[in-house]
């Protein structure tokens, strides 16, 4: 909240800035994800598969557009419970092709290309334009990433705050909306700039670190964690903070007695409905770290340095934002010297 509040004028400054944009022209074309898309006009409605998308047309005021959602990791941000009660939700995870097509969409927009992609596995690209539907992905799951590499793919660069927003401003544009776009990357510049800001006042040690737990699919099992390209990654990054996983897929599995060694200063642990594996209770996860005997002994554990975020924050979201509000308010709490 102190954050928000922190970037209240500034966003107000800058929305009002912001030069008029000119409506956009039908058919757009637009190259997404390596693949020419075109939209042939205004698109009356869409099914999300994928609650990153989801939730980006929710806060471009396309609510009235979304005919059916797909793949949910946490609840919906509150400010959107109500609107999201009223659409139906198609599949907790993976829809089937056929749910989809029957809600008749202009378009479907879609997260992950593990969905909707080469290898889809909920249908490709063409599959979706043999019955007239164009596709729209996310950026964030294409920009510096090769997604032949697995389910979850392998980071090339960085990841960036700059993909989710040029999603924000295509899908803006795809809905001829484009002013709303312009508003909402410049509220979420604005909030990201406060927390880096805030963090980078902390001073932190060199050698501070961290490592994010998403999951385990055994209690017993090497935990799916962070690698260093991802959006935890992008967080540790512009906190200043030093990722102890050196992989580059998205989530690799690395040993508890690895994670030990490196001694995180802080660890991360993601919160969410989802139940595919036990370890997304996050009850369960810290009943592990206080209980495992080698996860017991990490300083981050000894001396209560645990952040928890909402797991879809730890994936490229405009909730990347909310996450790192969270993560460098914690590290003001915490006696790193």
Known sequence: MFLKLLTTAAVGAASLALPALAETSYPLTLTNCGAETTIAAQPEGTVSIGQAATEILYSLGLGDKVLGTSVWFTDVLPEYAELNAGIERLADNDPSFESVVAKRPDLVTVQYEWHVGPQGIV??????????????????????????????????????????????????????????????????????????????????????????????????????VAGQGGAPAYMMNVLGLENVV??????????????????????????????????????KKLEFLRTDPVASQMDA????????????????????????????????????K
């Open 246 to 283: 050196q992989s580059n897929e998205e989530w690799p599995t690395v040993s508890w007695e690895t994670i030990a060694r490196a001694n995180p200063t802080v660890i991360v642990a993601a919160r969410m409905e989802r139940r595919r594996f036990p370890a997304d209770d996050i009850e």
């Open 301 to 336: 554990v000894r001396n209560n340095r645990i952040v928890i975020l909402d797991a879809h924050g730890m994936d490229p979201s405009i909730r990347n934002i909310g996450s790192l509000e969270t993560l460098a308010e914690a590290l003001t709490g915490f006696d790193l």
């Open 123 to 224: 249908a490709t690209r063409e599959q979706f334009g043999d019955v007239g539907i164009p596709v729209y992905t996310l950026p964030a799951d294409c920009v510096g990433k090769d997604n032949s590499t697995g389910m979850d793919g392998t980071r090339l660069e960085l990841y960036k705050m700059d993909s989710v927003y040029k999603g924000i401003s295509e899908l803006a544009q795809i809905f001829n909306v484009a002013e709303r776009g312009e508003t909402l990357v410049a509220d979420l510049k604005a909030r990201e700039a406060a927390a880096i800001e805030l963090a980078a006042g902390l001073d932190l040690p060199e050698g501070t670190s961290a490592v994010f737990w998403f999951s385990s699919a055994e209690m017993d099992m090497d935990p799916y």
